[in-house]
């Protein structure tokens, strides 16, 4: 009833590549169907196999998620459904930074318009599938994961290997900790990520990715006592990682600080951003 077929766009970023979920054995729902490339299509297509196609249902408007969506749709007449465009359900202070230096955006499909708009707790149904929609902002503002029985498809709120990009403005991390709040509380039994293995102890997962979180921020207000910074500056100093990943570093970094910003517990020399240096309130 649930078949994974995993796109070929392996990276450290999306572990061994974005995993596209067929739903259903007569009608189906496709999650995630990828991103824009010939050889996923087909694949997804030979899994279709000619049966109606009644749902495309997408995470988020990032493009290993969602590139591959309109070509589906041509193929399949189904719609494609989800919560918004790539810029919409930002909180407050994402949405005025959004004009500003902040830099981000990266993997947005600008171009993102779902044929039909999810509603938070909207259930999509067919005889022998359900699924209700989930608002879970956080690594994406429009993000959505969704219910099917105790099961959740989570996108990439939570991934099985690593703690996910959070990159302002278009993630948000009191946003993320909200929706991982709301998860726990849905008591599942598996997480289905988009990128990795199911998670079979998702108590367990969250915690971790809280604890996580907590640490890095204790890890940001120590690196500032010597005196103001920049997001990239702190990312050096505290992460153990390549150069090549530093600037997504940097960005988790960002979203820490603007946390930390809104809350009243850092002030900047300019208008926040990537270029501001975040210091102790």
């Known amino acids: 009833m649930l078949r994974v077929l995993t796109a070929g766009n ?120 359900q699924l209700t929609a989930l608002w879970t902002p956080g690594h994406s503002a429009p993000h959505m994961s969704f219910l099917w029985g105790d099961l959740l498809f989570c996108g990439d709120l939570i991934l099985g290997w690593s703690s996910t990009l959070i990159s302002p403005p278009d993630g948000d991390l009191t946003d993320y900790l909200r929706s991982l709040a709301r998860i726990a509380a849905l008591g599942t039994r598996q997480l289905l990520p988009a990128h990795g293995a199911p998670i079979d102890d998702p108590a367990g997962r969250i915690e971790e990715l809280l604890a996580h979180r907590r640490a890095r921020t204790a890890e940001i207000l120590a690196a500032l006592q010597p005196g103001p910074a920049t997001a990239e500056e702190l990312a050096r100093r505290i992460y153990t990682v390549p150069p090549a990943l530093i600037p997504a570093a940097a960005r988790n970094v960002l979203s820490h600080l603007l946390a930390l910003y809104d809350l009243g517990a850092l002030s900047v020399d300019r208008e926040p951003g990537a270029a501001a240096r975040f210091s102790r309130s």
């Open 10 to 129: 392996p990276s450290p970023l999306t572990g061994p590549g974005t995993n596209t979920f067929v739903l259903g054995d007569g009608d189906l729902a496709i999650i995630d169907p990828g991103p824009s490339d010939s050889a996923h299509l087909a694949a997804i297509l030979a899994e279709v196999g000619g049966r109606p196609v009644r749902a495309i249902l997408i995470t988020h408007p990032h493009l290993d998620h969602c590139g591959g969506a309109r070509a589906l749709a041509e193929a399949t007449g189904a719609p494609v459904l989800g919560f918004g465009g790539p810029l919409e359900g930002r909180a407050p202070l994402m949405a005025t930074l959004a004009g500003a230096e902040i830099g981000g955006g990266e993997g947005l499909d600008f171009g993102f318009c779902p044929d039909r708009r999810l509603r938070d707790g909207e259930v999509i149904a067919d005889a022998d599938w």
